[in-house]
Nanobody, 123 residues
Framework: QVQLVESGEGLVQAGGSTRLSCAASGRTFSTYGVGWFRQAPGKEREFVARISWSGGSTYYADSVKGRFTISRDNANNMVYLQMNSLKPEDTAVYYC????????????????WGQGTQVTVSS
């Protein structure tokens, strides 16, 4: 439905911070809820954070609460994931995904996916 492209700093130090960006195409992006997921080598893709289409509601996995912040700028078709206090276990490929008029905690619920961007946290 919507085209998504992730970008961000690929290599960071433990305890450091970085911000991932998800750029979307189309004029209807504001009608999509957006989630961030990640997948580490040998592990299943897991939920990280999501934001409602209006931006009024945000949700986080327990593993990132207090460290990560999701936000969106509908005027510029952008969604961000600010990541602070990074840990080596945060190392993964990060994906943004969009769901028409909603969001969820499961990857199967989402309609569109970006290509993913690697984040490596060194100890």
């Amino acid at each position: 439905q919507v085209q998504l492209v992730e970008s961000g700093e690929g290599l960071v130090q433990a305890g450091g911070s970085t911000r991932l960006s998800c750029a979307a195409s189309g004029r209807t992006f504001s009608t999509y809820g957006v989630g961030w997921f990640r997948q580490a080598p040998g592990k299943e893709r897991e939920f990280v954070a999501r934001i409602s289409w209006s931006g009024g509601s945000t949700y986080y996995a327990d593993s990132v609460k207090g460290r990560f912040t999701i936000s969106r700028d509908n005027a510029n078709n952008m969604v961000y994931l600010q990541m602070n206090s990074l840990k080596p276990e945060d190392t993964a490929v990060y994906y943004c995904a969009a769901k028409k008029y909603g969001g969820g905690y499961h990857s199967r619920e989402y309609d569109s996916w970006g290509q993913g961007t690697q984040v490596t946290v060194s100890s």
